[in-house]
């Protein structure tokens, strides 16, 4: 009796060990409504990550969507010709890829190693860093340079309770201005982690 109470309790652990290796929920800070997520056809998950990249010189929109549900990764994406970048974000048409629970895991590591979960976005005080001091003539002389066809990323964090909203214009051209600021080398490894999706 000892040793099946013994092998019950092995196994039950077992199976909470492994099921705790992926339902690991990030914690996040709220900073957008519940509606304001725009995969609203998703029900009964546990956690979604969701990148929609806007290529301006392409004119196309790609949808990445990471979702935790039941203890197991979903990635699904889809994709669509645009003329111009839309203001409003409609739910794209999404199709599942084939994924691991170790895959996305790596990817779930990835972007909270380059702190998706709180770098601060373009809206909040992240810096352009976009002026630059050059001599001229004897003269010194601040240039502000920009852009107008850069690509732009909106990422929304979400679990049934909160949702967590980032947008980002041109991020790696602006991080070629801020050498030194950290949260701009990590945006950009965020959004190359979706591009090479």
């Known amino acids: 009796m ?15 060990y492994t099921f705790a290796q992926h339902a690991v929920v990030q914690q996040f ?9 725009p995969i609203t056809s998703v ?6 990550i969701a990148c929609r990249a806007y290529d301006n010189i392409a004119h196309k929109l790609i949808f990445n969507v990471l979702l935790l549900k039941g203890g197991h990764w979903q990635k699904m994406t ?21 994924t691991t629970d170790a895959q996305a895991d790596a990817m779930i590591t990835s972007l909270a190693a380059a702190h998706l979960f709180t770098v ?6 992240l810096p352009k860093c976009n ?40 991020p790696e051209f602006f991080a070629q201005f801020c050498a030194d600021n950290k949260e701009r080398e990590d ?9 090479n999706w």
């Open 43 to 48: 029900k009964n998950y546990d956690m979604m």
């Open 120 to 125: 601060p976005d373009d809206n909040s005080g």
């Open 2 to 16: 000892k040793n099946l109470f013994m092998i019950i309790l092995s196994v039950t652990l077992l199976i909470n």
């Open 187 to 195: 945006v950009v490894k965020i959004v190359r982690l979706f591009r």
């Open 78 to 98: 889809g994709s669509m010709p645009v003329a111009n970048v839309p203001l409003s974000v409609d739910e794209p048409s999404l199709k599942p890829l084939e």
């Open 131 to 170: 002026e630059t001091e050059e001599a001229k003539n004897g003269n010194r002389d601040v240039v502000d340079h920009s852009i107008e066809d850069g690509p732009e990323y909106r990422i929304w964090i979400a679990t049934p309770k909160k949702v967590r909203y980032l947008y980002y214009y041109a």
């Open 29 to 37: 800070k709220a900073n957008a409504l519940l509606s304001d997520n």
